[in-house]
Each structure stands twice: as C-alpha cells, then as structure tokens.
C-alpha cells in the first residue's frame, strides 16, 4: 500500500500533494512501469482521507500520461524515457555544433547521422521553396548568403518526403494562415473595466518612462511579472533575464531560427500550425517534417531524424488536436539530451486545459537546460494583444546576446506596462481560471 504523510503537505492541496508523491514515486524508479495502483477506496481508507480526493489524484496523473486506466482493471502506471544523463556530463559533437564558439569563426560540423537509414516516413526538407513544398537553405536566390554551403546536401536528399506529410502541409489556404484558425474562442465577457483602470494608471503612474525607448529584451517590470508568474501558476523557474518579449508568436519564431547557424537542421512535426514551416523557410533554415502517431512526433522519426532542433506542440497541437503525454515528453527530453540538441516548445493554448492544473510543461520537467519556451498572451488575454514571450536556457543566452541583442523590442511600452500590472495584480490568472471554467462546463 503507498504510504504518504498527508500532514507534511503545507498549503498544498491533498490531491495535490498526493499527485505529487505518486510522480516522484514514478520518476524515481520505486513505482515501476507497469505497477498497478491501489484501488481509490482502501488507498482513501490507508492515508485517512475522501475518495474523491483519490480520485482527483488519479485523474491528474492519468491526464498527464503517468498513468493508463485499464478497463475494469484499475490504474497503472505507464512507462516513460527518462534522460539518464545528468547535466554536467560530457557535451557531445552535436551540442558542441549547436554552441558554436562566441566569435562565431568556428565552422558548425554536419549533424549526427541516424543510427539507422531513414526511410520514407521520415521526411526532409529539400525541395526548392514554395507554399507547400518544405525547402533547405541551398534552394534560396543566390543573393541571400549561403551559410549552409558546406552542409552535405546529399545528406538532405537521403530520405523522401512523407506523402501523407507533404498532404498534410501542401493543404495551405487562407483559414491555415489566419491567425484566428490557430485561437481559442474568447469568451465575449471579458472584464473590461479592471484592464481600463490599469490602462489609466499606467499612464499617471509611468508618463517618463513611457516616452523612452524599453530595454531589447521588454522591460523589466513584465519580465519578473511573467517570471513570477510562470513560478506560481506552471511550476516553472526562469530567471527575468531569461525571458525575451516579442510581438507575438511569429516573430519570435523568428529568433529561435536566427539563434542556430545555419547549417543546423530544424525537426517539425508533420502535422503543425503552417506559419512554423514559413518562418523556417523565410530564414532559409533546413528541416525535416517529422512523421506522427496518436502521441506526437513517432519513436521512428525521432530516431532518424538528423534535426539538432526539434520544434514541438505538446498540448493540444494545431491541427491534429494530439497532447503528447508523460511519456512522449520524456522521450523528447532523453532525445535532446542523447543527442546535445534543444527543443523549442510552443506552449499553444496549454493554459486553457481542462484539468484542475495546466499541463506540466517539459521546461519543467527538463533537467538538461535543453528546452527553448515559447507562449503568447494574443490566446488568453484577446486577438488584439500581440505580446509574446521566449524563455531562454541560460547557456544560451550568451549566444542570444552576442546574435540576436541588438534586435529593439517589438512591443510597445504602454503595452508591456498594461501587462505587467495586469499579471501582477492577479488579473491574468483570474482570467484563465474562468476561462478553464467555462471550458469544463460545455
């Protein structure tokens, strides 16, 4: 029978608490894939607490993918790929490839090759660009300088494109690059009135500051708003210097293809919101389109992949609707580790789940420093608001600086006060709680 000393919980909840000690159960290896809980009633009865509560455990376990329910069987627990390595160990060929020397005079090596011939459900980007076709950097008009020269292209041209990928990413329209196709319904009851006296105060209390130029990166008042944040509400710990303000998704897409040489080579899923695939092949980087199954980017295509960078949605990803679960988490995790690659993790609508808490984001969960994170307020606050944020490892952003720091912020200074006075307050998180209530309702 688990045992858990309910009374040493603090001021977090007992299901809470009691979901937090069956998951490090589970991380640590003492609940072992496989394992069969206890029932809900004699596990209730053994801690002295309700069922309900119990069961509020389970079903935050077995919507994070730590569990699987068995058909009049019970709950068990599911296997995960956990990095093994720790963070200080060895860096390997491809990390060092990605963090290149500062002075940038170091040649970037190819990438990994595969442990295994890829084959045609791996995709890869080598056709020439166009709006449905993915492109490498070599396609591109001879006047953008070639970077990537000296990349192997045979490499590029070693696997075929995925038909049910290239179907998947030739089926661009209007709707696919309409940012409105991409967002959640925002309830009309938005509380106007609360966000108007912030809007005024700003403006009495902020006159100077407002007329000057904010700092590259946004001003430090939204940084340790949305740090603070991130901490209280997504169990997250970054640093204001690690967080990177920009307008919206779109443009910070932009920096995370900018932040790598170009020979580095871009995974994406197969099935991914179109404007991914643009601004990649805008910047005239090189990626593969990754095949999928039911729990995100396949085992296969990790493999095989040749990408140093892999681009994921793990909730709710546009347009398959796929959440990736614990376990695939992990295996994005042990893949980036296994290879000294980073992931780029765009945090789409995860804070409009339905579960008692947002999903656990890999950043969290990472312990490599290997995971770039990216979200918006444009989808949880209003369309109007282009406010987007990167959350940076920290040993990348001597890199960030060095590339990318002379780069102004997008955002303008009224805003990115409004905002921060607006999440400070607590505002935003009342507001995402509604909204989370109104989504359980329907």
């Known amino acids: 029978m688990l045992t858990y000393a309910m009374e040493h919980r603090g001021r977090q909840s007992k299901y809470a608490y009691l979901a937090a000690s069956i998951k490090q159960d589970i991380l640590s290896g003492a609940l072992k894939a496989g394992t069969r809980l ?31 329910a068995r058909n009049r069987s019970g709950f068990y627990v599911n296997p995960l790929c956990l990095p093994t390595a720790h963070p200080a160990a060895e860096i390997r060929s491809g990390e060092r490839s990605l963090l290149a020397d500062a002075s940038g005079q170091s040649a970037l090596c190819s990438p990994p090759a595969p442990s295994a011939s890829p084959d045609a459900s791996t995709p890869v980007s080598s056709a020439s660009p166009d709006a449905s076709a993915p492109v490498s950097s070599a396609s591109l008009d001879a006047s953008v300088p070639d970077a990537s020269a000296s990349l192997d292209t045979s490499a590029l041209d070693a696997a075929s494109l995925d038909a049910s990928a290239l179907d998947a990413s030739a089926s661009l329209d209007a709707s696919a690059l309409d940012a409105s196709a991409h967002s959640p319904a925002i309830p009309p009851d938005f509380p106007i009135t609360p966000f108007l006296r912030i809007v005024r105060d ?22 340790m708003a949305i740090s603070d944040y991130l901490k209280r509400y997504r169990g997250m710990k970054a640093k204001p210097e690690q967080i990177i303000i920009g307008s919206g998704s779109e443009y910070l897409y932009g920096f995370v ?13 197969g099935q991914s919101y179109e404007k991914i695939r643009l601004v990649y092949s805008a910047y005239a980087r090189p990626y593969e389109l990754l095949p999928m199954d039911r729990f995100g980017v396949s085992s296969e295509g990790l493999e095989h992949s040749r990408a140093l960078v892999l681009h994921v949605t793990p909730f709710h990803s546009y347009p398959t609707g796929i959440t990736a679960p614990a376990g695939k988490r992990y295996e994005y995790l042990a893949w980036a580790k296994e290879r000294g690659a980073f992931l780029v993790e765009d945090d789409f609508e995860s804070e409009f789940s339905v579960q008692r808490k947002p999903l656990e984001t890999m950043y969290a969960m990472d312990q490599t420093d290997s995971v770039i994170y990216l979200n918006t307020f444009t989808r949880s606050i209003a369309p109007s608001m282009r406010v987007g944020y990167m959350v940076l490892p920290e040993r990348l952003l001597p890199r960030y600086r060095q590339k990318l720091g002379f780069y102004s912020c997008t955002v303008p200074s009224l805003d990115q006060y409004v905002l921060a006075e607006y999440i400070a307050q607590g505002h935003f998180e009342k507001r995402l709680n509604h909204i989370r209530r109104l989504q359980h309702q329907t």
């Open 38 to 68: 206890p029932a809900k009633r004699p596990l209730a009865a053994h801690l002295g607490i309700s069922v309900v509560t119990v069961e509020a455990a389970y079903g935050q376990l077995l919507d994070e993918g730590y569990l699987e």
């Open 202 to 223: 700003v403006l009495n209390d902020y006159r100077d500051q407002l007329l000057q130029r904010p700092p590259n990166a946004g001003i430090p008042e939204l940084r």
């Open 257 to 269: 293809a900018q932040l790598f040489d170009r020979q580095v080579i871009y995974g994406i899923e």
